[in-house]
């Protein structure tokens, strides 16, 4: 499921940072699951990359705005 920038931003600091640490951890598995050969659902690879990438931008955004 692809996270929309409004549910990035209406989270907590701390929730953000939480569901990065899951995001980064499920990417790992799905690229070692994509070398193995078990991965099923290929497109969750993007999904999962995009996902770490809004709330990157969005961190950064606030960080760079709260100053």
């Known amino acids: 499921m692809s996270l929309s920038p409004e549910?990035?931003?209406?989270?907590?600091?701390e929730e953000r940072e939480k569901l990065?640490?899951?995001l980064r951890?499920?990417?790992i598995k799905l690229r070692?699951?994509?070398?193995v050969g078990t991965l099923r659902n290929i497109g969750?690879?993007?999904v999962v990359r995009k996902n770490i990438a809004r709330i990157l931008?969005?961190?950064r955004e606030e960080e760079?705005?709260?100053?």
Do not use: N, W
Request: no cysteine; glycine share 8%; charged share 40%.
């Open 7 to 13: 549910e990035i931003r209406k989270m907590s600091k």
């Open 20 to 22: 990065l640490r899951e």
């Open 25 to 27: 951890i499920e990417l």
């Open 32 to 35: 070692t699951q994509a070398r």
């Open 44 to 46: 969750r690879l993007r």
């Open 57 to 59: 931008t969005i961190m």
């Open 64 to 67: 760079l705005g709260g100053k």
